[in-house]
């Protein structure tokens, strides 16, 4: 028997004689490993490796519950909305007009495709219609102007109406019906590929009536004229502006870049001479992402401003508002309106599977009667987690699910995109 001496030096001479062949032994497998491969850059590359790797897999892939309702809406859905000829028309009409869904005849081809012409038309289970023409025309290949020309005729009978200014009360609820004619168009023009300004017409023909929803009184039984301007009388238009922006997002469903537009518009009275006025409105959109774009984080900032002319007022139903599905989304659509309005919202982006994000949001802002008072003092909020099912298209569907503000929880399911 060997002593303990004896066994640790026998040890270390078969390591010694046996490592050179281990070592050989294991060179071809290390070598012949595969570089780990960088990490995606992008989204798109994302995707793109995850389909492989699914393709590769030896047992055929099951997708779950919802990765099967993105394929329904990305490869059924989707083109039926976006497709040459007879489409599906779905989406929401306004705010508040709650899911609505239409047939529409589009042709792109217009012009020796130098243009696209779009009519459709569409209703929503509260009764709220529309039907509207585009013609869209590019002169030049260049692209560098574009008209677009619309007319649309709508009905919306339930808009709510809760008073003027920050202080409206949730009590005071009560809904009017709006329905007429809007005609106009617009020329733009893009000197460069991010910038674009431009300017147009608009021909305003919209009446209100009582609203149609049993359940609320008319706006005219808790409000007068002296208080609401344009309840009581409501002239044609004949609206004139221009605008100009910047936009350098990436891709269709932004990940990153901005967005950021001024506009300004005059709307003349074209009976009374008494609801002649101004509005301004500027917008930023910004977009961050990290990890290969699968975490976005976007602020947006609007303020809106109107100015009536000399001895005249502005019409409650053309002032900013806030509430709603794409504004306040803790509060009820047009929970506010007033001269001025200031809106802040933020949301943090997270892909959970491919087609499929979640959004944790924040919103708030206030309307005013006076320009001065847009400040950050007295401001409304809210917050929530939401779902957008998408593609790099843009987003088919979204859920949002609102709290914390003093009007409660509200949940939106909404068809598009909000920014």
Known sequence: MLNRPTR???????????????VNAQTPATTGQATPAPPPETRE????????????RLEPYHPNGVEWTMNLLEKRVQPLMARDGFYARLGSLTTGSGLAYGVGFRNRRLFNRHGS?????AGSLNHYWTIEGRLNVTPKPSGIVSIDAFVRRMNYPQEEFFGLGPDSR???RSDYRMHGTVAGAVATVRPARYFSFGGGADFLGVRLDPGTATELPNVQ?????????????????FQTGAFAQIDYRKPVNARKGGWYRVAFNRFADQGTGEYSFRRLDVEVRQYASVLAERRVFVVRGW???TEPDAGSRTPFYLMPALGGNDTLRGFRAYRFRGPNALLLQAEYRFEIWAGLDGALFYDTGKVTARRVDLNF????RDYGIGFRFNTDEGVIMRVDAAFGSRDGRHLHIVFGTLF
């Open 117 to 121: 012409g779009d009519v459709w038309v």
């Open 377 to 380: 003092r007295g401001l409304e």
């Open 45 to 56: 590359e994302a995707l793109r490796r995850e389909r492989e790797a699914k393709k590769e």
């Open 221 to 237: 039984d808790l409000f007068d004229d002296l208080g609401v301007p344009g309840l009581a009388l409501q002239p044609n238009y």
């Open 170 to 172: 949730r009590p005071d």
């Open 303 to 305: 303020v809106a401003m």
């Open 8 to 22: 640790i030096s026998t040890s270390l001479l078969l390591i010694l004689v046996l490592a050179p062949a281990l």
